[in-house]
Each structure stands twice: as structure tokens, then as C-alpha cells.
């Protein structure tokens, strides 16, 4: 069983920075990855790591502007979005996934999701 909560998300304009937070309850060490969905778009992967933390991948789109981080001791996951533009404006969800091979960036191997957290970039 694994419960995933994110918090952090707001209205930012262009080229400002939001940290997500994603509150972790398991007693499994699964990779972990956050995704967005815009308006009328589908789900994207934005990010993964490892349990550990000590892989990260990235999507094209977001790389050298977001950071991926975990802190196992206080059962927590982040994302740190630096530059932001109006087109990362999505709801952001943190996810756990039981099964793939690494990296895991497919929708269809993540199985527990977070609620969501809407991300606004005004331009």
C-alpha cells in the first residue's frame, strides 16, 4: 500500500520557481516519478528516481530546469522547478511505481498516484 500527497503548487510568473512536495506513506521501495497533465492534454512524465535517490531522468522538456530530489528520513519527495514558463501550468502528481525497468518514465508503470497540485505560470 502506498499513499502519496503533494502540496506546494500556486500561481508563479514566467521565470519563477515552486518547490513540490510529495509526502510519502509505504513500507515498499519503489522509484518514484512525478507527472503533469495541461488542460485537454494528456498525462506527461516529468521526472523519476530510485528509492535511494541516487538516479534521476528527466524529460526533455524540463531538464536543467527541474530537480528531482527524495529524503527517505522524512519520507518525502520533490520537485524543484526553476524558469518556469506558461507551458509547464499543468496539475502535478507524484507516483510510485512497483514494476518497469529504470528509467521509468511510461505512464503504465506507475500504479499509485497522488491526488494532484495545480501549477499556474502566468506569462
Known amino acids: 500500500q502506498v499513499v502519496l500527497v503533494e502540496s506546494g503548487g500556486g500561481l508563479v510568473q514566467a521565470g519563477g520557481s515552486l518547490r513540490l512536495s510529495c509526502a510519502i506513506r509505504?513500507?515498499?521501495?519503489?522509484?518514484m516519478g512525478w507527472f503533469r497533465q495541461a488542460p485537454g492534454k494528456e498525462r506527461e512524465f516529468v521526472a523519476a528516481?530510485?528509492?535511494?535517490?541516487?538516479?534521476?531522468y528527466y524529460a526533455e522538456s524540463v531538464k536543467g530546469r527541474f530537480t528531482i530530489s527524495k529524503d527517505n528520513a522524512e519520507n518525502a519527495m520533490y520537485l524543484q522547478m526553476n524558469s518556469l514558463k506558461p507551458e509547464d501550468t499543468a496539475v502535478y502528481y507524484c507516483?510510485?511505481?512497483?514494476?518497469?525497468?529504470?528509467?521509468?518514465?511510461?505512464?503504465?508503470?506507475?500504479?499509485?498516484w497522488g491526488q494532484g497540485t495545480q501549477v499556474t505560470v502566468s506569462s
Open positions: 507516483a510510485a511505481s512497483s514494476s518497469g525497468r529504470w528509467p521509468r518514465q511510461r505512464l503504465n508503470e506507475y500504479d499509485y
Open positions: 528516481i530510485t528509492w535511494s535517490g541516487d538516479s534521476t
Open positions: 509505504t513500507t515498499s521501495s519503489y522509484p
